[in-house]
């Protein structure tokens, strides 16, 4: 079992900045990529960001250039570092951990933080 818990969304106007985090806890051995989601009001949830154990990473178009997604193994820490953040981007934000093979290739999420940036 891995339990996901986002932090940093909040408020903020347009062209400003927030970071997201996420921490994992429990069998944090077991996991592989992660990743960003987001779902706006009447929209279905889509990928932003995501990055392998490795490091590689890739992005949704409509963030590209403009939000950073990093990990720290050692903290057990996501990240997604959001600039020139626009009216578009308000929607909540989901962190999503995927588990190795070994370890049953399961499917983890957090209970969502808030984004909303006004214009």
């Known amino acids: 079992q891995v339990q996901l818990v986002e932090s940093g969304g909040g408020l903020v106007q347009a062209g400003g900045s927030l970071r997201l985090s996420c921490a994992a806890s429990?069998?944090?051995?077991?996991?592989?990529?992660m990743g960003w989601y987001r779902q706006a009001p009447g929209k279905e949830r889509e990928l932003v960001a995501a990055i392998t154990s490795g490091g590689s990473t890739n992005y949704a178009d409509s963030v590209k250039g403009r939000f950073i997604i990093s990990r720290d193994n050692a903290k057990n820490t996501l990240y997604l570092q959001m600039n020139s953040l626009k009216p578009e981007d308000t929607a909540v934000y989901y962190c999503?951990?995927?588990?190795?093979?070994?370890?049953?290739?399961?499917?983890?999420w957090g209970q969502g933080t808030q984004v909303t940036v006004s214009s």
């Open positions: 429990g069998d944090t051995i077991c996991i592989s990529a």
């Open positions: 999503n951990a995927d588990t190795d093979l070994a370890c049953g290739q399961d499917d983890y």
